[in-house]
């Protein structure tokens, strides 16, 4: 079989997701490609929290499934004591895995509806290379052969993308590790828990989260270049030291574990091959959060793809290039990496006790905003959505 198409996107992760449904909503020909045999089959965690980050015009203008909109956020200290973080912007949870009502999984069957052809369970065979652009790519599903020629390829495939022999790509070789359990009714619903430890979570932290449904997820995150153990060894003692928080959790529940490499690559755009979510390497280099950057980074590259077929000039993809570096900026935090692993646990409960002071004098979420640079506001031009 022979198919051709404006966009082929390979990879039905989030970021893969969201490019395809901005891409066909917009009216392009998409192609989505996935490796396993359903969407979401590999996921290892069943919730994710991101930051807003301009996720809200994003989700509202594509109907994007999500689970909460929290507000409140608390950061414990190791002593217990809390500082309570009310934000004006959402933090999001996000449902994962392959169940109908996960992200990723209803946001393929909307591209679908759209027209997005999706092809599971395939294994691409052959990336055919004219001047470093992709010409056209094989592959095969099944017993049969499907060569595709797409006038621009999206690597969406995760943070070990095929593409990356397309880009130079630079690393301290430093991943973020996590593990954790998945349950029931871990925690409230309408507040993130984070908690911080230098001596039992070096470099890292442990979150507890709760999605409208009652699933909920409790993990531990590490960095490598501080972990001297497997996460599962910090995660248990430091449950072990919080008693409490080892009651709410039921050890009894799914245990899952993953790990992603902090990379950068020094162009998100290569010829006709688009670089999104993990695979651009946007996963965050302080929390290991990567919902946001796959989702925001999905859109826009939705938006730079139809906007080059409009003026029918793919150099215009170069936009894309320039927006995400603004968007995500990740020196900051690799900075807070730095700073957060040489703290101690009374600078922690310092840090605790001061937010808390300053909260009750002024607006802290706006100081806090200036510290992390976001910005208030986008007012960007949205998604021309197509038929509408
Ligand atoms: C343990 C753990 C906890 C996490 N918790 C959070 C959290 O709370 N909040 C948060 O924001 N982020 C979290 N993350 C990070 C988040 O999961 C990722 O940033 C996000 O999934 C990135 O989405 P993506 O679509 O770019 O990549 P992926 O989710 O990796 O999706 C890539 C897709 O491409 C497919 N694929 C790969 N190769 C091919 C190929 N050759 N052909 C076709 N398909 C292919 C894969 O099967 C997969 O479906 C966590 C990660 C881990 C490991």
Same mark, same amino acid.
Request: aromatic share 10%; hydrophobic share 35%.
């Given at each position: ?5 404006? #966009? ?5 992760? !989030? ?136 006038? #621009? ?48 979570? !070096? ?81 965050? !280099? ?94 960007? !031009? ?7």
């Amino acid at each position: 079989m022979t198919v051709e198409c404006d #966009v082929l996107v390979v990879g039905a992760g !989030p970021a893969g997701a969201v490019t395809s449904l901005a891409c066909v909503k917009q009216g392009l020909n998409t192609v989505l490609l996935e490796k396993n045999p359903v969407v979401g089959g590999y996921t290892k965690t069943k919730l994710d929290a991101s930051a807003d980050g301009e996720l809200t015009k994003v989700i509202r203008e594509l109907k994007l499934r999500t689970e909460n909109e929290v507000y409140t956020s608390r950061w414990y200290a190791p002593s217990g004591n809390y500082f309570l973080l009310r934000s004006s912007t959402h933090e999001y949870f996000f449902k994962r895995g392959p169940e109908a009502d996960s992200f990723e999984v209803s946001t393929v069957k909307e591209a679908r509806k759209e027209g997005c052809k999706v092809f599971l369970n395939t294994k691409i065979k052959m990336l055919n290379e004219v001047k470093g652009k992709v010409d056209s790519v094989t592959v095969s599903k099944g017993g049969e052969e499907i060569h595709i020629k797409p006038k #621009v390829v999206v690597a969406a495939d995760g943070g070990n993308s095929m593409f990356h022999r397309f880009v130079n790509k630079t690393s301290e070789n430093r991943k973020k590790l996590g593990y954790g359990v998945t349950g029931e009714g871990f925690s409230d619903t309408d507040s993130s828990n984070i908690y911080f430890d230098a001596e039992l979570i !070096p470099g890292g932290y442990f979150y507890l989260i709760t999605g409208k449904s009652g699933v909920s997820s409790a993990c531990i995150v590490l960095d490598s270049s501080k972990a001297e153990n497997p996460a599962k060894e910090y995660f248990k003692r430091f449950l072990g030291a919080n008693k409490e928080l080892a009651e709410k959790i039921k050890l009894h529940s799914n245990t899952f574990s993953g790990e992603g490499l902090i990379f950068d690559i020094d162009r998100y755009v290569s010829k006709n091959i688009v670089f999104v979510g993990d695979a651009a390497g946007l996963l965050d !280099p302080f929390f290991g959060y990567g919902m946001t950057s796959a989702i925001v980074s999905g859109y826009h590259a939705g938006r730079y793809i139809k906007k080059a077929f409009e003026e029918d000039n793919l150099a215009l993809l170069e936009g894309y290039d320039s927006k995400i570096r603004e968007k995500f900026d990740k020196r900051l935090s690799y900075l807070y990496q730095r700073v957060f692993e040489s703290l101690k646990n009374e600078d922690l409960e310092l840090i605790a006790e001061i937010l808390n002071e300053l909260d009750k004098k002024g607006n802290l979420e706006a100081l806090l905003g200036q510290l992390t640079g976001e910005t208030a506001r986008d007012v960007e !031009p949205s998604i021309n959505v197509h038929g509408t």
